[in-house]
């Protein structure tokens, strides 16, 4: 384990990184967002299918391509997207201990809402262990991996991106983090993600990395707390 003293501020995307994508919750929010298109735009399933993951790549969410589009107001968007029964995660205990050890100031940074973080996270039983959120809304609904939104999450808690790291599913939206010196972090699953899924847009399967990826993980919980105690042992 690489030494990690230096951290004083750590990032954590939300949805399949906090809980584990293998329990497939996400599922359920890209499927209302299909519905979401198929209702909105009177399409087939497949036509509305179709649009919703090429909206994903070229605009980095499916949301944005639909704001630029359609004139989609975000809020309803996010809000029926995030109607979803949250049963497949439950309350961890092990991730809390280890996200509340951490030195220093933790935040969720999502491409969703602040509302869908209180929901995911005060499921998991960690939310009340964050000092904020940073959520699309904040970021001017302009989503990763574009640089402003980054840019302006550093600026709104003055954060020293060499004193911080970020933890995330997809290996693009890392980038821009490690450009600024953060110390960067893929979470990564053996979860098998449907063949419509974006290749460039799917979470890390275990055994992927990149060049601008610092460390691999499967196990968030277990990865904090070896960096929690690999500091303590080498102060």
């Keep these: 384990m690489t030494d990690l003293r230096h951290i004083d501020c750590w990032v954590f995307d939300l949805d399949n990184t906090l809980y584990a994508a293998e329990c497939r919750l996400f599922d359920e929010i890209d499927a209302r967002m299909t519905a979401y298109i198929r209702n909105r735009l009177s399409l087939a399933h497949d036509d509305a299918r179709k649009l919703q993951k090429d909206y994903y790549v070229r605009y980095g969410t499916t949301m944005a391509g639909l704001m630029q589009e359609h004139d989609v107001e975000p809020d309803h968007f996010l809000d029926f997207v995030h ?5 497949p995660i439950s309350e ?23 509302a869908h973080a209180e929901n995911v996270a005060g ?3 960690v939310f009340h262990l964050f000092d904020d959120v940073f959520d699309i809304k904040a970021a001017d609904y302009t989503p990763k991996p574009h640089p402003e939104p980054y840019q302006s999450f550093v600026r709104r808690f003055g954060i020293d991106p060499s004193r911080a790291t970020m933890f995330e599913d997809l290996a693009h939206n ?3 983090p490690h450009a600024m010196g953060m110390t960067t972090v893929l979470v990564c699953s053996d979860a098998d993600w449907l063949s419509d899924e974006p290749h460039e847009k799917r979470p890390a399967r275990i055994g992927e990395t990149a060049a601008h990826v610092h460390h691999t993980t499967d196990d968030l919980a277990g990865f904090l707390e070896k960096a929690r105690t690999a500091a303590a042992s080498a102060a």
Excluded: F, H, Q, W
């Design 123 to 125: 499921a998991l039983g």
């Design 83 to 87: 109607d979803i029964d949250l049963a």
């Design 174 to 176: 890392l980038e821009t």
């Design 92 to 114: 961890n205990r092990v991730l809390a201990g280890a996200i509340n050890a951490l030195p220093g100031k933790k935040y969720i940074y999502t491409n969703g809402s602040v």
